[in-house]
């Protein structure tokens, strides 16, 4: 009973919080809409992590509506999709996830999010992906580039660098809340295995292979703008997915040689030369997922 009753009070106290946040919301017009954005999950993390899932779609579910009643279109929809990530998250705390599941689950919600946000309905929340390559092309008119760049592979792996890097960084920082928060709460989380057993597995990856031809083929065909939107989203995620893969890779690489500055340098290297590091770490990430690279190069067991 006396459980029951801290349940109730909790689930009430988060509505009650995220309805102050929701007044200030709308009495700012809207302003602060994406860093309360980030606020939103870390509620449904605690109490999925202490409660479970059933429990805290209740919660859940009535600050969608008290939202729908105080606060701007916008961060109604924000509450929807970033609660959802808490929701995950905390239900992924709940069942003992490993610590880079949890991570990998907010990097495929914020994900989704940002599909939804800057490429499918972009104008609705205020972005252009058409303004931004209009702005990488000023850019690039001030800047001497060499007669045989082509300029719309570099803008595309411009787009995609930027959006990946946006994407991790903003699942990292949520990431990085929610084991703050939790840890204020004395929630204990599950240690990750080691990074050598990090692996996409291989038939998943020969369909990642195949998704990067998906883009390509409907700019050949002059696919609509929608199919256009739809298809290079699936190409930056599995783009981000390839270079996660690599990117373990290479960590494995540095540990294993003491190569110090190796993944600082490949960094450094994708600031410098995006075109040309995207695909080489495409290649790797492939290579890892669907090869024995690792025992042949590094003598680590094939794990798949």
């Known amino acids: 009973m006396k459980r029951e ?5 909790q689930g009430a106290m988060i509505v009650a919080m995220l309805g102050i946040l929701f007044v200030i919301d709308r009495q ?15 509620p449904f993390v605690v109490y999925g992590a202490l409660y479970g899932l059933k ?9 969608i509506f008290l939202s729908i009643i105080l606060a701007t279109p916008v961060l109604v929809i924000y509450t929807i999709m970033y609660g959802s990530i808490g929701l995950i998250y905390g239900y992924g705390v709940s069942k003992r996830w490993q610590g880079r599941h949890l991570f990998f689950s907010t990097i495929v919600g914020s994900t ?3 599909f939804i946000t800057m490429l499918l309905f972009a104008s609705f929340f205020g972005f252009s992906v058409v303004e931004d390559i209009e702005l990488i092309k000023e850019i690039l008119d001030t800047l001497p580039l060499p007669d045989q760049l082509d300029i719309q592979q570099f803008i595309t792996m411009t787009l995609i660098i930027t959006y990946t890097t946006y994407v991790i960084m903003e699942a990292y920082f949520l990431h990085m ?3 703050i928060v939790l840890s204020r709460f004395k929630v204990a989380l599950t240690p990750s295995k080691p990074i050598t057993s990090v692996r996409i597995s291989k038939p998943f990856g020969w369909l990642m292979l195949a998704g990067l031809f998906i883009y390509p083929s409907a700019k050949l065909l002059h696919a609509s703008d929608m199919v256009l939107t739809i298809t290079f989203a699936i190409y930056c995620w599995i783009i981000v997915l390839l270079l996660y893969q ?3 890779f290479v960590i494995i690489v540095q540990r294993r040689f003491k190569l110090k500055f190796l993944v600082a340098s490949i960094i450094v290297g994708l600031l410098l ?10 290649i790797i990430g492939l290579l890892d997922i669907l090869t024995n690279i690792r025992m042949r190069v590094i003598g680590v067991r094939d794990h798949a």
């Open 246 to 248: 690599a990117f373990v």
């Open 177 to 179: 809340l929610s084991k």
């Open 55 to 63: 429990d805290t779609l209740v919660p859940y579910v009535a600050s």
């Open 112 to 114: 989704i999010v940002f």
């Open 273 to 282: 030369a995006p075109t040309l590091l995207v695909d080489i770490l495409t």
């Open 5 to 9: 009753t801290k349940k109730i009070t």
């Open 28 to 42: 700012s017009a809207g302003l602060f809409d994406y860093m309360m954005a980030w606020i939103i999950p870390l």
